[in-house]
C-alpha cells in the first residue's frame, strides 16, 4: 500500500520519483507564468496591479487546472478501496465541500488579521481563493478529502512519502509568502503593490514558486538522511 | 558572587534606566525659556540708561524704520542659488539688486533640524525651539510663546499671509487674510507655487495690509524629486526672481515722499544637501541666503562677500525695525548694518534693547549669569551709554562724542555676540558625549544580560557574576584611569555646554567605575564561555545544538521579537506599530491554536489506533489520571476531561475574535487613524444608552472575572468599587442610569471617584496585609497568591476608574483573555517560564495599542490626571496619566507575577519570568538608543522617533519597576521556603 516499505531508502527509485517530481513542478511554475503572461497579450489593458482581480484569478485557475492534471496522471493520490460510481461522486462532492470550507476559512483568518470586515470583503475572499489553490487543492489532490491523512501530515514527523514532504514545504512556503507580503502594506511609499491585496497575493505566489523550486532541491540534498515511517 | 536571576535582572534594569536617562538629557537640551509667563510689552521697555526720570520720552521705542514688510521665503533655498556663480543666470533681478542697489546680503545659518516647522519657530519666535517644547504644549500646534507675528498683531499691524498651511497651524487668527497650500503631493511643483501668485497682483495693489508674507514650497517639492543640479531648478528660480521683481516694482511705485520706507526680505527657511533632502546639519542644509532690500539703505558698489549671521536674527531685526518688542524667548541679535542710517542714539538704543532683552533671558536660564562674559560686557556698556547720553544731551556735538559713541556701539556688539553665543550653545544642540556615556552603558548592560542567559534560564536560576574577581583585577584600575583621563579630555575640549561634564565629580567617577567594572565582569564572562563552548562543539559536531531542540512556536517568539525591533528602523513602522504588534499576536494566537490542536487530535489518534507515543507525546498525556488531583475548573464546575478539550480548542480562536474586535474599538496610528471606528460610534449621543449597556456589562464581567480568587472582604470591596466606578461615569455624564432621562445636573464626579479611591486602596491594602502575613506568620503558598491577586484586582478597580466607558470592553477582554489562556493553554500545554513570559509581553504591548495608544504624544488623555481631583495636582495627575496609558502592559505584567508564583510552579519560574522581561525590554530598547542616534538628523526625527523614543524609555522605567516587584515576591518565597 505504501512505496516505501523500507527504511533503506532505495537510491535509484528515489531519483526517479525527485525527477518525476521536479518535471512536475516545473509545469506547474510554468502554468503560473502562462497565466500571467497570456491574458497580457489577450486582454487590453491588463497588469498585475491595475487589474489585480484579474490576474490572481486567472493564477488560481491555471494552478488548479495544472495541479489536477498533473497529480490525475501521476496517480499520486492514494488508490480508492472502492471503485464504484457512487464512492467517487461522494469524494469529488466531499472535496469540493473542502475546499469550499477552506475558502472560508482563510478569509476568516484573514478578517482576524485585520482586513476590513465589509468593504473589501470581495479581494479578502479572492486572496483566500488565491490561497486555497495554491494549498489545499494540493492537499486534496495529494492525499485525497481525508482530514485524518491531512492532519498527520502536518504534525511533526508525519510525511510518509516524498510527496508529503514536498506538501507541506509548498504549502508552508505560499502560507509564509503572504504572510511577510502583508509587511509592505503600512509603508507610506504609496506605491501601487502596496494595495490592498496586491502584496499578499504577490507574496503567496511567489512562496509558491519558491516552494516549487525548493522542495525538490531540498528532498534531493537530503535523500540519505530521509527516512519514512511506513503506515 | 553568586545572585539570583531575578535580583540580576532588576539591578541590570535599573543602572539601564540611569543609562537611558543620561542619553535622554543629552539628547533632548533643557530649553531656554523666559520666567515670565506673559509676553513682552511695550510697557515693560526699560528706559534709556541715564536717565531716571521719565523725561525726553526716554522709555518710548525710538521710531520704526520700515513702514510695510514684505516676507518672501523660498523653501530650501541654498545660499549659493543667489550667491553663488551661477545666481547670476538664475535669479538676475536679484543678483543685480545684491551687487548693485540698496540692499544688504547675508548668508543666515539655520539650526538642524533642517526641516520647514522648527525653523518657523526659529524666524518668528528668535528661539531655537527644541523637542521637549513639543512635548510641553501637548496636543497644540499652535505656537504659545512669544513671537513677532503676535506682537505685530497686538500692535494693529494687518498681516497678509499666502503659502505653505504650517503658517496657519501655527498663528490661528493671526492674518487678517490667508489661502494656505499643503505641502502633501510632493511631485507637484507648480500649482503649489501658483496657488500662491495668484493673489499677489491683488494684493499689492491694496494698501490695507502692513505685512505681507509669501512661503513657496515648489522650490523644496524640485528638490525632494531630483535634487539641486536638476534642469528643473533654473526655471523655478527665473519664476521667483520674476516675482520678487513684480513685488519690488509695486513697492517702488507704491513709495511716496515723506513716509517711513518698505523693506522686501528674501530668505530661506532651510537651503538642500546634495541629494536635494534636508533635515541634516550639513553646509548646504544650513546655509540660506537673506537678502533685505530697503530705500533706506546705501547703494552697494559692487558684489561683495555675504557675512554669516544666524537665522534667528532676523526676528529682533524685523521687530525693532517695526517698533515692536523683541520676543522674549529671542536669542538672535540685532542686524547692525539695518540702521546704519540711524542716528546714532537710534542705533545705540536698537541695541541697547537687544541687550536688555537678552540678559533677561540670560539671567532667567543660567545661574551664574553675572560671571558670564558678555553680562559684564553689557553692563559695561550700558554705564559707557549712559555717560554718552549725558553729554549729548548737554548740547556737546564735538568730534570726541561721535568717537565715543563710536566706541560704546562697539562694546554693545560685542556683549550681544558674547550673550548670543552663551544662550544658544545651550539649545538645539545634540549632547553627543553624554548621549555616548548613555549608550555605552546601555550596551554593556544588554551584553551582561545575553551572556548570563544560560545560567539564569538554568534550573537553579542563579548567575555567577565574577564581581570580587573582577574588582581587584588590575585592568579594572587601568580603565578606570583611562576613562576618568578621557572624561577630562573630552570636557576641556567640548566647546558646547555638555550635561555630563556638568556632573559633580563623585557622580562621574560613579559612572565611570560601573562602567569598567562592566567591562571587567563582560570579558571575565565571555572567557568563561569560550572554552565551554569549544567543547560542546568538539564534542558533538552534528548535534551543535543540543538541548535547545526549538518548536515552531518558540521559532515564532525568537523571531517575533527580533523582527519588531528590526522594524523600528522605518518611521512608518514605528508610526503604525499597533500594527506589527496585533499582526504578531495574531500569528501567535494561531501557533497556539496548532499546538492545541495537535496536542488534543493526534492524541486520539496515537489513542484509537494504539501506536507507540514518543517521549513528549507521552508528557503531553491524558489529563485525567495525572491532573485530575488539582483540577482547576473545579470552581467552574468543569470536571469533565472532554468539556475541557473542547474549551482549550475553542480558547484561541475566542482570542482571536476579542483581538478583531478590540481591534476596531479604537483606530490609531497615522495613515488610517482618520478611518471611522466603534469607540467613535459609542461615544456620539445618539448611543449613549448603547455606551451604558455595554459599560455596565463590561464592568459586571470583570467581577466575575476577578472575584474568584479574593477573600470575600475585598470580593465586596471590588463590588462597591466597581459600582461606583460606574456612578461616576453617570455623573460625568458619559453613561446614564436606566432611571434617568437626561436633563441631569453634570458634575465633576469627585465624590464618586474618591468613593472608589477608598475601595482601590482598601484591596491593595487587604492584598500586601495577606502577603506580609504569608511571609511573616504562616508560610502559607495559597494565602501568598490570594495576597497577590488582591493587589492585581485592586490594580484592575483603578484601571476600571481610570478608562473611558468605551474602553471598558478593553479591560474585559483582557481579564477574559487573562483567565481562559492560563486555565487552558499554559498550564495544560506546559509552557515554560520564558515561553508564557514572552505571551505576555506581547500580549501587554497589543493590549497597550488595543486600548487606543500611539506613538504620538497627541493620543496621552491628560483628562485622566484630574480623575477625582478637584483641581490640578501635578504628582498624582502625572501618576495617574501614566498608568492609564500602560495599564496594558502593567495588567498583563501583573497577571504574569499571579500565574508563575501561584502554588503549583516551580519555584524558579518567577526568576525565570523577571529574567526575560528585562530581557525583552533592554533589546529594543537598546537598538532604539542607537537608532536614534544615527538618525538624529532625520526628517521625522521630532515627529517620530523621539516620541517614540520618550515611551520606550517611560516604559523601561516601568519595567524596571515591575522587575523589582518580582525579586520582592521572589525573595519572599525563597525565605518562606528556607
Known sequence: MCRHQANIPDLTMWDQEIRQMASSHAIMASGVFMATVVPAVLVPGFSVYGTHLLWLYSVAGSVTVVNITLFWLLGVSPPTKKNTLNYKVSRLVRSCLYLLLSCLFFHTVVVLYGAPLLETALETFSLAVLLTSLTTLRCVCVLGPNVQAWIRVFSRHGAMSVWDTSLQMVVGCSIVGAWLGAFPIPLDWDRPWQVWPVSCSLGSVIGYLTGLVVAPAWIHWHRKQLTYKSK | ?978
Open chain 2, 1 to 978: 558572587m553568586k545572585v539570583r536571576s531575578s535580583v540580576f535582572a532588576s539591578f541590570c534594569l535599573i543602572l539601564e534606566v540611569l543609562g537611558i536617562g543620561l542619553f535622554l538629557r543629552g539628547f533632548f537640551p533643557v530649553p531656554i525659556k523666559s520666567s515670565f509667563t506673559s509676553k513682552s510689552q511695550l510697557s515693560d521697555l526699560p528706559t534709556e540708561p541715564g536717565f531716571t526720570g521719565s523725561s525726553h520720552n526716554s522709555s518710548k521705542l525710538p521710531e520704526p524704520l520700515f513702514k510695510r514688510v514684505v516676507i518672501v521665503l523660498i523653501d530650501a533655498l541654498r545660499e549659493d542659488f543667489v550667491f553663488g556663480p551661477n545666481g547670476r543666470n538664475d535669479m538676475p533681478y536679484i543678483r543685480h539688486l545684491v551687487e548693485r542697489g540698496s540692499t544688504h546680503s547675508f548668508v543666515a545659518k539655520a539650526r538642524a533640524p533642517t526641516v520647514t516647522m522648527p525653523r518657523i519657530k526659529a524666524l518668528t519666535t528668535g528661539s531655537i525651539p527644541g523637542f521637549i517644547d513639543v512635548v510641553m504644549n501637548l496636543n497644540s500646534p499652535a505656537i504659545l510663546e512669544d513671537n513677532l507675528i503676535w506682537q505685530a498683531k497686538t500692535a494693529g499691524k494687518k498681516m497678509v499671509f499666502y503659502g505653505d498651511d504650517t503658517w496657519i497651524k501655527l498663528f490661528p487668527k493671526h492674518f487678517m487674510e490667508y489661502d494656505g497650500t499643503t505641502s502633501f503631493f510632493v511631485s507637484d511643483y507648480t500649482e503649489v507655487d501658483n496657488n500662491v501668485t495668484r493673489h499677489l497682483d491683488s494684493t499689492l495693489k491694496r494698501d490695507d495690509w502692513d505685512i505681507l508674507i509669501l512661503h513657496y514650497l515648489g522650490l523644496d517639492h524640485i528638490g525632494h524629486i531630483s535634487g539641486p543640479h536638476s534642469s528643473l531648478i533654473q526655471p523655478k528660480l527665473l519664476e521667483m526672481d520674476d516675482i520678487l521683481k513684480k513685488i519690488h516694482g509695486s513697492l517702488i511705485l507704491k513709495e511716496a515722499e515723506g513716509t517711513l520706507p518698505y523693506l522686501l526680505v528674501l530668505c530661506g527657511d532651510h537651503g538642500m544637501s546634495e541629494t536635494g533632502s534636508h533635515g541634516g546639519s550639513s553646509e548646504h542644509e544650513v546655509n540660506t541666503p537673506l537678502v533685505l532690500i530697503s530705500p533706506a539703505f546705501k547703494r552697494k558698489g559692487g558684489m561683495e562677500k555675504p557675512s554669516t549671521i544666524e537665522q534667528v536674527d532676523l526676528a529682533p531685526t524685523l521687530a525693532l525695525g517695526l517698533g515692536l518688542p523683541i520676543s522674549q524667548n529671542s536669542v538672535g541679535r540685532f542686524i547692525q548694518p539695518v540702521a546704519d542710517e540711524a542716528s546714532l542714539r537710534d542705533q545705540l538704543r536698537f541695541l541697547h534693547l537687544n541687550g536688555h532683552q537678552l540678559s533677561c533671558l540670560l539671567k532667567d536660564s543660567m545661574p551664574a549669569y553675572e560671571k558670564e562674559e558678555g553680562y559684564e560686557h553689557f553692563r559695561v556698556a550700558e554705564k559707557s551709554h549712559g555717560n554718552w547720553l549725558k553729554l549729548m544731551v548737554e548740547g556737546n556735538t564735538s568730534e570726541v562724542l561721535t568717537n565715543m559713541g563710536k566706541k560704546v556701539l562697539k562694546q554693545y556688539l560685542e556683549a550681544l555676540r558674547a550673550m548670543s553665543a552663551a544662550l544658544s550653545k545651550q539649545l538645539g544642540r545634540y549632547d553627543m558625549y553624554s548621549m555616548v556615556v548613555g549608550m555605552v552603558l546601555v550596551f554593556q548592560l544588554l551584553l551582561l544580560l545575553l551572556l548570563a542567559m544560560p545560567e539564569a534560564l538554568s534550573s537553579t536560576s542563579q548567575v555567577d557574576l565574577p564581581v570580587a574577581s573582577a574588582l581587584l583585577s588590575l585592568p579594572f584600575y587601568l580603565l578606570c584611569l583611562l576613562l576618568s583621563s578621557v572624561h577630562v579630555l573630552v570636557c576641556t575640549s567640548a566647546e558646547s555646554s555638555c550635561y555630563f561634564c556638568s556632573l559633580s565629580w563623585g557622580l562621574v567617577f560613579g559612572v565611570v567605575a560601573i562602567s569598567s567594572a562592566l567591562l571587567c565582569i563582560l570579558v571575565a564572562m565571555v572567557a568563561k564561555r569560550i572554552p565551554l563552548m569549544s567543547k560542546v562543539s568538539g564534542k558533538s559536531p552534528a548535534h551543535s545544538g543540543y538541548g535547545w531542540s526549538l518548536s515552531e512556536l518558540d521559532v515564532l517568539l525568537l523571531a517575533g521579537t527580533a523582527g519588531h525591533t528590526l522594524s523600528l528602523t522605518a518611521s512608518s513602522f514605528v508610526e503604525e506599530e499597533h500594527q506589527v504588534w496585533y499582526f504578531l499576536l495574531n500569528t501567535l494566537c494561531l501557533a497556539v491554536f496548532q499546538d492545541v490542536c495537535r496536542k488534543y487530535f493526534r492524541e486520539s489518534r496515537a489513542n484509537t489506533r494504539g501506536i507507540g507515543h514518543s517521549e513528549d507525546e507521552d508528557q503531553l498525556l491524558p489529563i485525567q489520571d495525572r491532573e485530575a488531583t488539582v483540577s482547576p475548573l473545579a470552581d467552574f464546575g468543569v470536571t469533565d476531561a472532554g468539556s475541557e478539550k473542547w474549551l482549550a480548542l475553542v480558547t484561541p480562536p475566542l482570542t482571536l475574535a476579542c483581538c478583531r474586535m478590540l481591534r476596531s474599538l479604537n483606530q490609531t496610528g497615522v495613515q488610517w487613524a482618520h478611518l471611522p471606528d466603534l469607540g467613535h460610534w459609542l461615544n456620539s449621543s445618539e448611543h449613549k444608552m448603547v455606551l451604558s449597556l455595554i459599560a455596565a456589562m463590561s464592568l459586571v464581567l470583570i467581577y466575575f472575572l476577578v472575584q474568584r480568587r479574593c477573600s470575600w472582604v475585598s470580593k465586596i470591596a471590588l463590588a462597591l468599587g466597581l459600582l461606583g466606578v460606574f456612578s461616576y461615569r453617570a455623573a460625568v455624564g458619559n453613561t446614564m442610569f436606566p432611571w434617568q432621562h437626561g436633563g441631569r445636573k453634570l458634575s465633576k464626579g469627585t465624590v464618586e471617584a474618591r468613593f472608589v479611591y477608598v475601595f482601590v486602596l482598601g484591596i491593595l491594602f487587604t492584598g500586601s496585609k495577606d502577603l506580609l502575613r504569608s511571609q511573616v506568620i504562616t508560610a502559607d503558598a495559597r494565602l501568598k497568591s490570594r495576597g497577590l491577586w488582591e493587589i492585581y484586582s485592586g490594580v484592575v478597580l483603578l484601571v476600571a476608574l481610570l478608562f473611558r466607558p468605551h474602553n471598558l470592553p478593553v479591560l474585559c477582554c483582557c481579564l477574559l483573555v487573562q483567565t481562559l489562556m492560563a486555565q487552558f493553554i499554559w498550564k495544560k500545554l506546559h509552557y515554560d517560564a520564558a515561553q508564557t513570559t514572552i505571551m505576555h509581553y506581547w500580549f501587554g504591548q497589543a493590549f497597550f495599542y488595543f486600548q487606543g495608544n500611539s506613538n504620538s504624544i497627541a493620543t496621552v488623555d491628560i483628562s485622566v490626571g484630574f480623575v477625582g481631583l478637584e483641581s490640578y495636582v501635578e504628582a498624582p495627575a502625572v501618576f495617574l496619566t501614566a498608568l492609564s496609558t500602560y495599564a496594558g502592559p502593567l495588567l498583563w505584567a501583573a497577571h504574569l507575577v499571579c500565574y508563575l508564583s501561584s502554588e503549583n510552579r516551580s519555584s524558579v519560574a518567577v526568576g525565570h519570568g523577571c529574567y526575560c522581561l528585562a530581557l525583552l525590554r533592554s533589546v529594543p530598547m537598546a537598538a532604539y538608543v542607537v537608532l536614534v542616534t544615527v538618525l538624529r538628523y532625520h526628517l521625522f526625527i521630532w515627529s517620530v522617533f523621539s516620541p517614540k523614543l520618550m515611551y520606550e524609555s517611560m516604559h523601561t522605567l516601568l519595567t524596571a519597576a515591575i522587575c523589582l516587584f518580582f525579586t520582592t515576591m521572589e525573595q519572599k518565597r525563597s525565605t518562606s521556603r528556607s
